[in-house]
């Protein structure tokens, strides 16, 4: 078998991690090779789930690709693609955005000299190509080439890092063209051998389904590991998250619901708890307390776009994540308490034609770039 090595760099973007390339050294357009290409690349399918033939590694939030090219857009400076791996499956998607990695968009494209950045604070404007949406990323420079160092830190990473703040740009409908995609707040669904639990579906940044943590016999503070070991409770919440998929349009089957959309998460008001790196987590140092899920595992932070939807649901009035979040919150510093910690986003929510309409959300990571070079495939 030929040997074939591709350009490539490694980036740690929010909470995740993942194999950025340049559009223009891939070997093809085409999307069935490309798939091919980035299994191999990642080391899926993995039956043994650890994916050690490839970069990733075992956990979904590091099983990632991106795809940057110059954009012809007027409104935008890169065009940026992502691809979801599966872990143990030969399933690579292409229907959502990861909200983490988008962090690292920016100062990838200014590191790499797609684009000419400026001493100081920069804003690049991103064609996020999976949602049809544009993301404003606005980080530092120095010496031309993006801050790394700097002391602002997020729940799950340790040490501190420059900040990035990301604005979502009228984020509603990135993947069922509507925020509301059933036009209710809350909706009442028949779960078969359940029964009927109310949900709310969000679609800001990604389609993502609500439920109340005790509605299915949760607290809404257990930790990953325990919430993965509830087997009847994780098959429960697929469930509730593959009926939502075909409520809204997102497949023409329950069964044949997507892997990575729509996400799922389960809320509750603000709980006590203690954080995966054992610090005690007060319930006064939040808004929600929330639990999310990705590629049918429970995530051990929240997803980048998780975080961007969250701010904006707890901002509409009668969702569920509204009715459980802290009352005298402020919209534009939800505080969202998570597995790893506390995680904060904003939204500027109005009203249009008498509904709600998401103009902007807002979201904060760092980055750093970990390795640039070759990747065999």
Known sequence: MTQRWIKATYYRGGTSKGVFFQKKDLPTSNQDELNDLFLKVIGSPDSNKRQLNGMGGGVSSVSKCVIISPSDRDDADVDYNFIQIAID???????????????????????????????????????????????????????????????????????????????????????????????????????????????????????????????????????????????????????????????????????????????????????????????????????ITTRMFSMEKTHKAIMGTAGVNIGVAAAIEGTIANNVKRKDSNPMELRAGNPSGIMTAGAVIESKDGKPFAKSAIFYRTFRPLMRGEVLI
């Open 89 to 287: 499956k030969p399933i690579a998607e292409w229907n959502n955005n990861c909200g983490n990695l988008s962090g690292a968009v920016g100062p990838y494209a200014v590191q790499e000299g797609i684009i000419k950045a400026k001493e100081g604070e920069n804003k690049i404007r991103i064609y996020q190509v999976n949602t049809d949406k544009i993301i404003h990323s606005t980080f530092n420079v120095k010496d031309g080439k993006p801050l790394i160092e700097g002391d602002y830190s997020i729940a799950g990473v340790h040490g501190t890092g420059s900040k990035v703040r990301l604005d979502y740009l009228e984020p509603g409908g990135s993947g069922t063209g509507k925020l509301l995609p059933t036009g209710n707040v809350i909706d009442e669904i028949e779960i078969k051998d359940f029964g009927k639990i109310k949900i709310s579906i969000i679609d800001a940044a990604t389609p993502l389904v609500y439920l109340l943590a005790e509605d299915i016999g949760l607290k809404g503070t257990e930790t990953p590991d325990e919430l993965d070991a509830q087997v009847d409770k994780m098959n429960l919440i697929q469930k509730i998250r593959r009926k939502a998929a075909y409520i809204v349009g997102l497949s023409k089957s329950e069964d044949e619901a997507p892997m990575n959309t729509p996400r799922i998460g389960i809320v509750t008001s603000p709980k006590d708890y203690v954080s995966l790196d054992g610090t005690k987590i007060n319930s006064n140092d939040q808004d």
